[in-house]
């Protein structure tokens, strides 16, 4: 059977966004100046309930379109240079295709992380027009099960609508840690990933501390397993992982509320998803002043943080502007 268009259409975007990556990366190893990551929230309410998770509920509404606007072009003029929805689940936004267009429009490379759930081949092809650079999906079980119902079983014919329809790059996330019962499924969800033709990675779940649980010998073993699966790309950036999987602190520089910014539903600027309040101030607030400061502040979280996309927004200032602030409120 021949290629299908969407197949040979993403081939094609996939080029472009290289380029934009490695022109970020060369940008961002110039200028220490400006955030490489923004995850924003569009609406905290989730048509799921992980057992895991405490970034959701269910009765919040969608944060106004006008709103996430005036955020995006913030976040714009700030010069980052990535901006990714999360949630709660972002498909549930009504205008997320019109929040992403305008993502675009500064020339910043969007991403989308989403249980799946919601996709069809009519909004994968939205998402395609709306030009999203990538997406990610987290499959943390063959089955469903009382910890999470984002499972392989459910999820399977999404991930061959994506396959056939998704003209932006897709990643699968499969997990291992707390609250995972069968680790073994990480592994086959690795392998579908791949034979569908996406990137994969592997995510170390944390606490609601965003702190490391120890994993077990058996989930050591997987974890080697599915890093020997793939393909390289800038999400595989993990090298922080080695020391996660044994339960050792890295000894690392955070530049979380300057390298990477955490925009929740309200608009206010956190460290990450799990260290909410700190620094805790409006976007519409927050300076440059603001970015430099948390540049060279130490974050006492750090060693035993498990958050990979604030660990990848950072490691390309681990060799310089030793951290010489202290958090005092």
């Known amino acids: 059977m021949g290629k299908t268009r969407a197949w040979i259409q993403r081939q094609q975007r996939a080029i472009s966004y290289q380029y934009r990556v490695f022109k970020m990366i060369a940008t961002s190893i110039v200028s220490t100046k400006h ?8 609406i905290r309410k989730c048509n799921l309930d992980c057992a895991y998770c405490n970034e959701y509920d269910k009765v919040s509404e969608p944060v106004p379109t006008e709103k996430m ?8 003029a700030f010069g980052t240079s990535i901006i990714v929805f999360s949630g709660g689940e972002p498909l549930l936004h009504p205008d997320l295709d019109q929040l992403i267009t305008r993502i675009r429009s500064h020339g910043v490379i969007a991403g989308l992380i989403t249980n799946g759930y919601l996709l069809t081949k009519d ?31 459910v999820l399977d014919k999404k991930l061959g ?38 990137s994969n990675t592997v995510g170390v779940i944390h606490n609601k501390f965003g702190q490391l649980k120890p994993l077990s010998e058996h989930e050591k073993s997987i ?22 999987v044994n339960s050792q602190p890295n000894n690392w520089r955070c530049r979380a509320g300057a390298r990477y910014l955490y925009i929740c539903e ?31 502040t130490k974050k006492v979280c ?8 604030v ?17 005092t409120r």
Not at 69 to 76: G, S, W, Y
Not at 164 to 185: C, K
């Open 123 to 153: 909004r994968i092809e939205k998402l395609g027009k709306a030009r999203l650079d990538y997406l990610q999906i987290s499959i943390d079980n063959v089955k469903p099960d009382d910890v999470s119902m984002k499972s392989l079983k």
């Open 311 to 327: 660990h990848q927004a950072s490691f390309l200032d681990n060799w310089r502007a030793p951290q010489n602030l202290t958090k």
């Open 302 to 309: 750090a060693p035993m943080c498990t958050i990979s996309c």
């Open 35 to 42: 955030p490489i990551l923004a995850q924003i929230i569009p």
């Open 266 to 296: 309200d608009g206010l600027v956190h460290y990450c998803s799990q260290m909410r309040g700190k620094p805790g101030i409006s976007l519409r607030d927050y300076t440059r002043e603001n970015i430099r400061r948390e540049f060279y």
């Open 69 to 76: 606007i005036e955020r995006i072009d913030q976040l714009a």
């Open 161 to 198: 609508l994506l396959a056939e329809h998704a003209i932006f790059q897709v990643n699968i996330n499969s997990v291992l840690g707390s609250g995972i019962n069968n680790p073994e499924d990480a592994l086959t969800v690795a392998e579908r990933a791949i034979a569908l033709g996406f």
């Open 223 to 244: 974890y080697k397993k599915i890093k020997a699966l793939g393909k390289k790309s800038f999400a595989r950036i993990d090298y922080f992982q080695k020391n996660i």
